[in-house]
C-alpha cells in the first residue's frame, strides 16, 4: 500500500527549530496540534488543509524560506513503500 509520511519532525531537526517555535510562530490557540504533527515516528492519518497551510506559512515566517508541502510531506508509491519493507531484513 502507498503511504504518505510526515517529515516535520525532520525539517525541523535539520534547522534546529522546535515544534515549540512553530506552534509560536504559527499563533494558533491549539499548539498541541503542532506538536502532535512534530512528533517524530508519529504519523497522523489526517490533517485538514487550513492546518497544513498554517504549518507552511509558520515554517516560512521562521526560516524564511520557501516552504513547500513536499518539505513536510512525502509520498511514497507501492511499489517503492513494498521494495524498501522486503529489503529492511536484508
Known amino acids: 500500500m ?3 509520511r510526515w517529515r516535520l519532525a525532520k525539517f525541523l531537526k535539520a534547522r534546529g527549530l522546535s515544534a515549540y517555535a512553530l ?4 499563533g ?3 499548539p498541541t ?7 517524530e515516528d508519529h504519523e497522523p492519518t489526517r490533517v485538514d488543509l487550513p492546518t ?3 504549518v507552511l506559512d509558520g515554517l516560512r ?3 524564511g524560506e520557501d516552504v513547500k508541502i513536499t518539505d513536510v510531506l512525502e ?3 507501492y511499489e517503492v513503500s513494498n521494495d524498501t519493507e522486503t529489503h529492511e531484513g536484508d
Request: hydrophobic share 40%; charged share 20%; net charge positive.
Open 2 to 4: 502507498s503511504v504518505t
Open 23 to 26: 506552534a509560536k510562530a504559527t
Open 28 to 30: 494558533t490557540a491549539r
Open 33 to 39: 496540534t503542532i506538536y502532535r504533527l512534530a512528533k
Open 52 to 54: 497544513l497551510t498554517l
Open 61 to 63: 515566517k521562521l526560516t
Open 75 to 77: 509520498y511514497v508509491p
